[in-house]
């Protein structure tokens, strides 16, 4: 059950750390909302955060046949056609993402005070570069970059896979999950990682219903928000927490 303070008393050490990317670590996911939004006003309907998140998360043809199923344009529109529809509006707006809050402090933090961090997102090699592409600086400092179209990611997330994959990719793999903190936005990230038996901080956009918190160990309004110590990890230094 969700808590704004983690239960510290009965868990492992954390010892490393992955994060999700769109949504979490960049201000992605308007951008997907944005021109689902334009392509579903073409066949007369709205996008709404019922379908959003069911499809936050997912690998590219994983969201895609949600979304044409969900909104009944199956007939009319195929998953693929969706994705090639979509990808010339994605492809102008990804180059400006920009980090979310608190993104940078976190991962500097990690980074300085020696804890392994590792990335683990749905999107596609494509799609990585052009959405960091302003950002090697902080994404150079992962670990292992795992990637949805990862062999190894037989499955999009609510699967485990993505997130089994990044604790085999540590020095010295696997680590075992109880020892790992996931950071996510999405609720099927969040399933993903307690699929994996890991533990997750979720940091959900405020427009997404709160029935998704339950699943996650500790919902935050912002990557600011996140207090290092409640999970044993090297407290910041400076006075934002
Ligand atoms: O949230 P991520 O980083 O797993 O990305 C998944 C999709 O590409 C966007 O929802
Ligand atoms: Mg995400």
């Known amino acids: 059950m969700a808590n704004s303070s983690a239960a510290v008393s009965v868990r492992k050490p954390i010892t490393h750390v992955v994060f999700d990317m769109d949504g979490l670590l960049l201000d992605t996911e308007n951008f997907y909302t944005q021109v689902q939004e334009i392509i579903l006003a073409r066949y007369n309907r709205t ?117 089994l994959a990044a604790a085999k990719r540590f020095e010295g793999g696997p680590v075992d999950s109880s020892n790992i903190l996931v950071f996510e936005d999405a609720p099927s990230g969040v399933l993903a990682a307690k699929n994996a038996g890991m533990s997750v901080v979720m940091v959900p956009d405020p427009r997404l219903d709160k029935s998704f918190h339950d699943a996650a160990d500790q919902v935050l309004n912002s990557l600011l928000d996140f207090n290092p110590s409640e999970w044993g990890l090297p407290p910041f230094e400076d006075n934002r927490s």
């Open 47 to 163: 996008f709404d955060w019922n379908l959003k998140a069911k499809m936050m998360g997912m690998k590219a043809i994983e969201a895609a046949r949600v979304f044409v199923e969900d909104t009944g344009i199956s007939d009319s529109l195929s998953a693929e056609q969706f994705l090639l529809e979509r990808e010339e509006m994605l492809r102008d707006l990804f180059p400006s993402s920009d980090l979310m809050p608190g993104a940078s402090r976190l991962i500097r933090h990690l980074h300085a005070k020696g804890v392994p961090f590792g990335l683990a997102t749905g999107s596609h090699r494509r799609h990585f570069e052009l959405k960091t592409h302003k950002h090697g600086d902080i994404f150079s400092l992962m670990h292992h970059v795992v990637l949805g179209d990862d062999p190894e990611v037989k499955q999009g997330k609510p699967s485990p896979d993505i997130f």
